[in-house]
């Protein structure tokens, strides 16, 4: 665990303030996860510091997804540990929202756009008690939030691809988290749904929320978050995207697989 | 007939007929309301290996009992022997799906079909044994009616009222884990256990219904209502309250149908009344039935050709869709040598207009979720408020504001 915090604090360097383990909204020790007899990740570590907004990034098949079903116990860990809030899982749910792929339901599933909000609100329910006005109410708030409270109403079939990952967000809003793990919310959306989306991200971070996203778009890495998680299978490197969004260690994560033009198109930090 | 059936309908066929219609009434709105969790989970077909798996259950509790010196026909007994091996089944099933490559359909059907052979060679053997009463167990395959006790219907009303109570308590974990299983195990739902959950609803109906229905066709209570119940609605409450009421009415009227004549059997005419409601709603259920189907597709259509065909004339163009043609001529806005008429000038004009409000407010509003309802077709007056529609004349008053829209339509 010392070790794990003590390396944090040096690849940060002054910018960031120590974070130890017991801290971190979110911190994942020698994580392994496989699919059959494959790892899909391999002994990965990571802390995520309170307020920061992470990526994580690496090619198709890489386990972004897997590490982040894995840390929220979605799928079934092999070996390692995570941590949130400085406890285990189980007692700190409560604390976490979740934003899946877009692609991982049915949208012909009998429900409104209002109902699959509210059901940010069904642990907060538990199973007794009714909905009540100030529960829509607060649904719609959430909806309102993304610009989809013109929506409420809708079969969530009658919406388009950057509509139903705008509901899927207003339904983690209604969860009233302090993390937040979304997996590729950018994935297939209109410019006007992502530029909706990066702006509540960007809000909740202002309130002092901590954002986990598996992301795919490097170009966008830099402008979006601060702090990046590259993986490839393995952890390839951790840290504040200033000092670790880097060319070698993209060509480290992708394997020499990026053209030398894309990654000059990234503009990235002076090295 | 007819008169027999309101006899039976109205329950004064008989203290038998009334016993079964009731009972099956109550069955069918529990199994209604149970199965519409794993319906929509689309996992349905796993009722029906679990409704097999109950044979060798009944059969091997049958063999126990009598040779532990009872008549073998206890009900209960039973009913805890048909238990006991749909687990085994069920268990079968998960473990086959989770343990071997084989996908779940592969492993619902190899243990649905052995655990059924398995069964009617135990119920063969129960045939040639000298002790014991045996006679009705072939009863458990499709139902049956004529032997059914006042402790049936009991059975019936305690399990039914026990499989509706656990369906309203779990709704909420169950819709969660029916729609999005991931969002649920991520907010601290077990998901493994709701679906225990489901199936436990469903192994429930399925030995509550043994009896009356049978295990052959119990399954269609299961899938049928629900089926039935989600063409008329789009909210998952509904689906659940009309998957109940469907199957309620529809035990009830089969009960009462086959009452009504001699020797028609309870649980198939039940299941046949269940597809009857179920194919009406198919052909005039709104939105989702067959008809509303075309009915909205044809409207779509014309107004397509409508619009696409006035603003053309508007913009002075000419029309050569010979579909677009007829729809303009048949709603009087063309004549026969496709020139506007009056009425057509006037709707023209119009639809211009609106195209021109259209630009202007999807200027205005670039990134608000509303540009999204922009469809090329649905007036401006239909999504935004008069008020939002004066400001927007308003801009379009304006001539610096105008020639930038207008080149837009």
Not at chain 1, 99 to 123: C, E, H, K, N
Not at chain 1, 175 to 185: G, I, K, M, T, V
Not at chain 2, 128 to 146: C, D, I, K, R
Not at chain 2, 190 to 210: E, Y
């Amino acid at each position: 665990m010392n070790r794990v915090a003590f390396k944090v604090e040096r690849d940060q360097g002054a910018t960031a303030a120590f974070v130890a383990p017991g801290e971190s909204p979110l911190s994942i020790n020698e994580l392994t996860v496989s699919y059959g007899e494959k790892p899909a990740v391999f002994a990965v570590d990571a802390t995520v510091p309170p307020q920061s907004m992470t990526a994580i990034v690496g090619p198709n098949g890489a386990g972004k997804s897997t590490l982040l079903k894995a840390a929220l116990g979605i799928v079934p860990r092999l070996s390692g540990q995570v941590r949130v809030y400085g406890k285990p899982l189980a007692q700190v749910m409560n604390r976490i929202a979740y934003v899946p792929q877009r692609a991982s339901v049915d949208w012909d599933f009998p429900t409104r756009v209002i109902d699959v909000v509210l059901m940010g609100l069904y642990r907060e329910l538990g199973l007794l008690r009714f909905l009540r006005s100030p529960h829509k109410e607060k649904a719609l708030a959430c909806l309102n939030r993304v610009g989809m409270a013109d929506f409420a109403y809708r079969q969530i079939g009658q919406l388009s691809g950057g509509q139903q990952q705008r509901v899927f967000l207003a339904r983690a809003l209604a969860q009233s988290a302090d993390l937040y793990l979304l997996d590729e919310p950018f994935a297939g959306v209109d410019a006007a749904t992502e530029k909706a989306i990066i702006d509540v991200l960007k809000a909740l971070k202002a309130e002092h929320k901590t954002l986990v996203c598996v992301h795919h778009d490097l170009s966008t890495v830099t402008q979006y978050f601060d702090r990046v998680l590259l993986i490839n299978t393995r952890k390839i490197a951790e840290g504040p995207v200033a000092t670790t969004f880097t060319e070698e260690n993209l060509q480290k994560t992708y394997g020499g697989r990026l053209a030398t033009a894309h990654i000059e198109q990234l503009k990235l930090p002076a090295a | 007939m007819v008169s027999a059936f309101l006899d039976a309908l109205l329950l004064q066929a008989g203290y038998n007929a009334a016993l079964v219609a009731v009972g099956a009434a109550l069955l069918g709105i529990a199994a209604g309301s149970g199965g519409t969790f794993l319906f929509l989970r689309k996992r349905s077909l796993l009722s029906d290996a679990l409704a097999h798996s109950t044979l060798p259950g009944v059969g091997i509790a049958f063999i126990l009992m009598v040779a532990l010196g009872g008549e073998g026909r206890n009900l209960l007994g039973l009913l805890l022997g048909s238990t006991v091996s749909a687990t085994i089944g069920l268990l079968a099933v998960d473990w086959i799906t989770n343990r071997t490559r084989l996908a779940e359909d592969a492993a619902i059907g190899a243990v649905l079909s052995v655990f059924f052979g398995f069964g009617v060679v135990l119920l063969t053997v129960i045939q040639t044994m000298s002790s014991g009463y045996q006679a009705g167990l072939e009863g458990f395959l499709l139902g049956s009616t004529a032997g059914m006790l006042f402790g049936d219907a009991i059975v019936i009303t305690i399990g039914g009222a026990l499989i509706v109570t656990v369906v309203l308590l779990l709704r909420r974990p169950m819709t969660l884990v029916a729609f999005d299983p991931e969002f649920a195990a991520a907010s601290g739902v077990n998901v493994q256990r709701v679906d225990l959950a489901m199936m436990g609803l469903v192994m429930a109906v399925t030995i509550v219904g043994l009896k009356l229905v049978g295990l052959v066709l119990i399954v269609a209570l299961l899938i049928i209502p629900p089926a039935t119940a989600r063409l008329w609605s789009n909210r998952t409450e509904n689906v659940v309250l009309g998957a109940g009421l469907i199957g309620g009415v529809s035990g009830y009227m089969g009960a009462a149908l086959s009452a009504s004549a001699p020797n028609l059997p309870t649980g198939p005419i039940i299941v046949l009344m269940s597809f009857a409601l179920f194919a009406l709603s198919l052909l005039f259920a709104p939105a989702r039935g067959v008809f509303a189907a075309l009915l909205s597709r044809r409207r779509f259509r014309n107004r397509l050709h409508r619009r696409q065909g006035l603003l053309a004339l508007a913009h002075g163009g000419s029309i050569q869709d010979r579909m677009t043609r007829a729809v303009l001529r048949r709603e009087g806005f063309i004549r026969g040598d496709a020139t506007l008429t009056e009425a057509g000038k006037a709707a023209a004009a119009r639809v211009q207009h609106d195209e021109r409000r259209w630009a202007m407010a999807r200027q205005l509003h670039q990134l608000d979720g509303f540009s999204a309802r922009y469809d090329s077709l649905r007036p401006i007056d239909s999504v935004l408020t008069r008020d939002q529609i004066a400001e927007i004349d308003r801009r379009m008053g304006d001539p610096a504001f105008f020639d930038r829209s207008g080149d837009g339509s």
